[in-house]
């Protein structure tokens, strides 16, 4: 059958409509999933002797099966629902053809150092921590480390990028839901999937040099920066239809804060990493790149936008 003007939305052919019922459903099934198996695969490691508490989150050193199910288990059971329990809600956001490509792909690789840069700043101007070039005895120059974690971090993040944006909010922007709040139900889905890795499967001493807070005060503060996070990121897919920047943006980040702290560049007095820390749960942080977040949301409305095919 022709296609005429009329059914073009977006330079795409009109797709099906939304069906609320089948996206709640969608979405209940990909967050228990998403949750659920992190502990799943930790009872597995456990029950086949794996060693757990070695491994790294800038390398696939250290990890173990159940970290590998871990992250691949969603996006496949998120490609299962796509294809098998049709929502009506969109694409996976694996496209490259969107407005303004060099634009979008330029803010994605300059926030972070610029933020990182900011953050260090402030940091050391207030006596919050010391910065040195030189890493810890025995560890790796900083500009070697975030190139040689770029490699395993694009892949990991192609994967955690389409679990929570490719799949996860476009599922969430078809509940109906308005403003922010699609993107905080994904940042708290985002922030559960997370909690296995920094209490099992990651070195309790890379964690103990990534914050200095017990963990009553950490995980609401993860949680914060986290959905922070998921705004940034939720409202680059939204705006951009494709996860690719936020794959970028992700990247970079990770690739550069990663070592600042692991490799002993950045040492916080106190708790000033509470305040001025480049991991995403200080305040500092929470303020920029969810201020970020909030802004491209506010230029969205303005333009009575929506998520971009």
């Known amino acids: 059958m022709m296609t005429t003007s009329a059914d073009l939305v977006d330079g795409a052919e009109r797709r099906p409509p939304v069906s609320r019922l089948r996206a709640r459903i969608n979405f209940a099934v990909f967050s228990a999933v998403t949750v659920g198996c992190g502990w799943l695969f930790v009872a597995l490691d456990r029950a086949a002797g794996e060693v757990t508490g070695a491994g790294s989150v800038s390398s696939a050193s250290g990890g173990t099966n159940g970290q590998g199910l871990w992250i691949a288990v969603p996006a496949l059971v998120a490609l299962a629902l796509h294809f098998l329990s049709r929502d009506g809600a969109g694409p996976l956001g694996f496209t490259l053809r969107f407005a303004g490509r060099a634009r979008w792909f330029a803010f994605a690789v300059l926030l972070s150092p610029v933020v990182t840069v900011a953050l260090v700043a402030a940091a050391t101007a207030t006596g919050a921590a010391t910065f040195s070039f030189a890493p810890r005895a025995g560890e790796t120059p900083l500009l070697v480390a975030v190139a040689a974690a770029l490699g395993f971090l694009l892949v990991k993040n192609l994967l955690e990028e389409f679990i929570f944006r490719g799949y996860g909010t476009r599922t969430a922007m078809a509940l109906g839901l308005r403003g922010v709040a699609p993107h905080v139900l994904v940042g708290l889905v985002w922030g559960l999937w997370h909690i296995p890795l920094y209490t099992v499967w990651m070195s ?48 970079v980040d990770n690739a550069l804060v990663t070592p ?33 977040g909030l802004v491209l949301l506010r230029r969205r409305n303005r333009s009575g936008g929506h998520l971009e095919v």
């Open 204 to 251: 309790q001493a890379d964690f103990r040099q990534s914050t200095t807070l017990s963990w009553s005060w950490y995980l609401p503060t993860f949680f914060a920066g986290i959905v922070a996070a998921a705004v940034l990121y939720g409202e680059m897919r939204v705006r951009t239809g494709s996860i690719w920047p936020g794959v970028v943006l992700h990247t």
């Open 260 to 292: 600042l702290l692991l490799n002993g560049h950045l040492t916080f007095e106190g708790h000033g990493d509470a305040l001025f820390g480049v991991a995403p749960n200080s305040v500092a942080s929470i303020l920029l790149f969810g201020g970020a």
